[in-house]
């Protein structure tokens, strides 16, 4: 009988111990901010385009990371005149779109 509960106790345990090996993933986590390039370390939206561009839209501007930096996007010609970046949106034909908190909406190309 003490023979039977250790086998199902050893058995039980191993189980246990296989299963927990197999499914621990690491996620590797890098935080950027402002020294790493990024416009304002508070974010409104973030998208990964069709190249694998992430477009992170902030209230100071709008930056792309290239998977090793950070680049701002100047606004042309003063067409947004506020740099709050509220939302972003990549269409069926990969043009980003830009929503400003004054509800007003640009292309990228």
């Given at each position: 009988m003490l023979n039977k509960r250790f086998q199902?106790?050893?058995f039980i345990t191993l189980?246990?111990?296989s299963s927990k090996g197999e499914s621990a993933d690491y996620?590797?986590?890098?935080?950027?901010n402002t020294d790493d390039g990024l416009s304002q370390n508070s974010i409104n939206h973030i998208i990964q385009d069709n190249d694998g561009f992430l477009w992170i839209?902030?209230?100071q501007g709008l930056n792309r990371y290239d998977?090793?930096?950070i680049s701002t996007i100047d606004s042309p010609d003063g067409?947004?005149?506020n740099n709050s970046i509220e939302f972003l949106w990549e269409d069926?034909?990969?043009?980003i779109w830009i929503s400003t908190d004054t509800n007003?909406?640009?292309i990228l190309k």
């Open positions: 199902t106790f050893l189980i246990i111990i996620i590797k986590l890098t935080q950027f839209a902030t209230q998977g090793y930096r067409i947004l005149e069926s034909k990969g043009l007003k909406s640009f």
